[in-house]
Every structure is written in structure tokens, then in C-alpha cells.
């Protein structure tokens, strides 16, 4: 008797694990918690190339410093060139160019063609 009572709650215990594995595997393959899963790695995957890219470009910009110093220390170069300043290109278009005043002309022309048809 105590064999078959051991058995069987052996056997309760076995399928209440393999139920609960089961559950928990169909739980992680459906469509949401896939999609989910994948914006998190491509997130982390993201967030770890930045910050590589970040320490590679800082990296180059030590070793050019570096590298700049030694060419003018070698050159015997003491002082930098003053660069001019960038240009700045204004963003307001020049009203008194001839190009704006004839676009003007043909978007205001009431000869439309569609009119009468």
C-alpha cells in the first residue's frame, strides 16, 4: 500500500512539474512576449554598441591629440593657427532674388488649363 500511495504522488508531482514546465514554455512563445523579448535585446544590443562607439571615437581623439602633439613637437611647431570662423548660411529666403519672384509669378497665374474641361 505505502508503495502505491508513493507512486502515485511520484507521479502527481512529475506531471504537475511537466504541466507547469510546459505552461511556462507555451507562456514564452507566444507572439507578445516574443516581441517583447526582442525590443529588450535590441535595446541592450543597441545600448552596448553606443557605448563601444562612444569609447572608440574618444579613444581616437586621445591618440590624434597625442599623435599632433608629438608632429608639432617634432616640427618644432609652438603655436596654432587661428582658423577662420564656419560659415553660417541663413535659413530666410532672399526675397529680391530674381529665381523667388518668378516662381511667385507662376504660382499666382490664373491660366489654369483645368478650367474648362
Not at 507521479?11 to 514564452?28: D, H, I, P, S, Y
Not at 570662423?85 to 535659413?91: D, E, I, L, M, V
Amino acid at each position: 500500500m505505502f508503495r502505491r500511495s508513493f507512486w502515485f504522488t511520484t507521479g502527481v508531482a512529475a506531471g504537475v512539474w511537466a504541466t507547469t514546465k510546459v505552461n511556462r514554455k507555451l507562456k514564452q512563445l507566444t507572439p507578445e512576449h516574443l516581441a517583447v523579448t526582442a525590443t529588450n535585446k535590441a535595446i541592450e544590443t543597441g545600448q552596448r554598441l553606443k557605448d563601444r562607439a562612444v569609447g572608440f571615437a574618444l579613444d581616437v581623439r586621445d591618440n590624434m591629440a597625442r599623435r599632433e602633439a608629438e608632429l608639432e613637437e617634432a616640427l618644432g611647431i609652438d603655436e596654432r593657427p587661428e582658423l577662420p570662423a564656419p560659415r553660417r548660411y541663413t535659413a530666410v529666403e532672399n526675397r529680391s532674388n530674381p529665381k523667388y519672384i518668378e516662381s511667385t509669378v507662376y504660382r499666382n497665374s490664373t491660366n489654369n488649363r483645368n478650367e474648362d474641361h
